[in-house]
Structure formats: C-alpha cells, structure tokens
C-alpha cells in the first residue's frame, strides 16, 4: 500500500482558503486517494475522494496531480469549525482505511 | 444519515475484568470494523468483518476478539482487560459494494475505556 505524506500541522486564517498537502509518491493505478477528518474527541468524518480527475463536494475541492504522486485538499472558505485532523489516505477500494498521524489545521480567527 | 452508535461513551474497568464494546448500524452495511486511537500512535485497526459470522484481524488484534451474530451489530470483547487497553475505540461500517465509494466509511462516536 502507497504511504503518504503529510505536514503535521497549518495554520489557516478564518474565511481563507486552506490547501492540505499530501504526497503519496509510490501509489499504483488501482488505489484511490481519500480524505477524511477528525474533530476533537469526535470519529472521523469523510470528507472526498478521487482517482485521478479533481473533484468537488460540499464541503471541500480534491486536487490530484496528474502523475497521481500527489494531491491537496481545499476548503475554500475555512471557518473555526473546520479546526481538526485532516487525514489523507490512499488505499484500494476494497481494504480497510490505515490512518496516518494527518494534518492538524489550525482555522485562526 | 447513517447513524452508528457505540453503547458506551465513557467506561471505567478494573485489570481482569471482561469488557464488551457494542457497536450498532442502522444503514444494512455489510462491512464493521474497530479502531483504537491513542496520542502518538493513530488510528489503529483492531479486527473488522465483512458480513455476518466473519471476523478478519486487523493490525493489533492481540488481546481482543470480536463477534457479529446480526448484520447490525458488530462487538469488541476484552478477554481479560489490561491497563495498556486503555484507549479510545472507534467502531465504524461501510456497505459492501466494491465501488470507488467502498471505502466512503461511517465512524461512531468513539468509546473511552480507563482500565484502572
């Protein structure tokens, strides 16, 4: 399974757009990138995922590289709530999630 | 929206005791799994199933066993618990289907367990 790597921490200012970082240099055609989060003392939330092409939800923007060796996520607008651990992940679709140790974003107001 | 509830949020336990972790879903996934995250160390996959009856170890499966009699209800069991048990454990499920949202999985909550 591809490793990734990310910062282990950001800063964000509060209504500025934060851009997590990962790189996942070693992923293979079949493994999918995911993002999810955890909130102080909560579960982690899925956030997005992709393959190859960008993508966009609700809640955030995936950029992936086009030689898929790496990717960030963006919250376009951050606010005091999206204060948390953001994990990237790359994994078949099949196999259980391994989680990282993950970014932890700071949303300064 | 998916909905997956750990019986307990806060547990307090004594060296020895047996403990049972209960995790319930109400969205007919075939897939549970249990995690525990300590300071440091992440998330760490403990035991997990793909459907009723079965049980696949994770990365830590020592001291633990698990049981899924009912496609809902996926627990954690604690032989005989340990002070290096304590943690936080986070029960979580996803459906069975191998589509890119496979792994689109839905975490409860978490438990506390003090073993003391």
């Known amino acids: 399974d591809a490793k990734t790597t990310q910062p282990t921490s950001m800063d964000c200012a509060e209504g500025r757009a934060a851009n997590l970082p990962c790189n996942h240099s070693?992923?293979?055609?079949?493994?999918?990138v995911y993002w999810y989060r955890q909130i102080h003392s909560q579960g982690p939330q899925y956030i997005i995922h992709?393959?190859?092409n960008n993508e966009t939800n609700e809640m955030a923007s995936l950029i992936i590289t086009e030689d898929r060796k790496s990717s960030t996520l963006i919250l376009p607008h951050a606010t005091l709530r999206d204060t948390a651990v953001y994990y990237c992940?790359?994994?078949?679709?099949?196999?259980?999630?391994?989680f990282g140790k993950g970014t932890r974003l700071s949303v300064i107001a | 929206d998916v909905k997956v509830t750990q019986s307990s949020r806060y547990l307090v336990k004594r060296t020895g005791e047996k403990v049972f972790l209960e995790c319930v879903q109400d969205?007919?996934?075939?897939?549970m799994f249990w995690y525990r995250q300590d300071p440091g160390l992440g998330l760490r996959l403990i035991y997990f199933s793909y459907d009723v009856k079965m049980k696949e170890k994770g990365d830590i499966p020592e001291g633990y066993s698990v049981s899924r009699e009912k496609k809902e209800r996926f627990s954690l069991i604690l032989e005989s618990a340990s002070t290096n048990q304590t943690s936080m454990y986070l029960c979580?499920?996803?459906?069975?289907?191998?589509?890119?949202?496979?792994?689109?999985?839905?975490f409860g909550e978490g438990s506390w367990l003090t073993v003391v």
């Open positions: 969205m007919d996934h075939e897939n």
């Open positions: 979580a499920s996803r459906p069975r289907q191998l589509s890119p949202s496979g792994n689109t999985i839905y």
């Open positions: 070693t992923i293979s055609g079949n493994e999918y």
């Open positions: 992940i790359v994994r078949v679709a099949w196999a259980p999630l391994v």
């Open positions: 992709g393959l190859k």
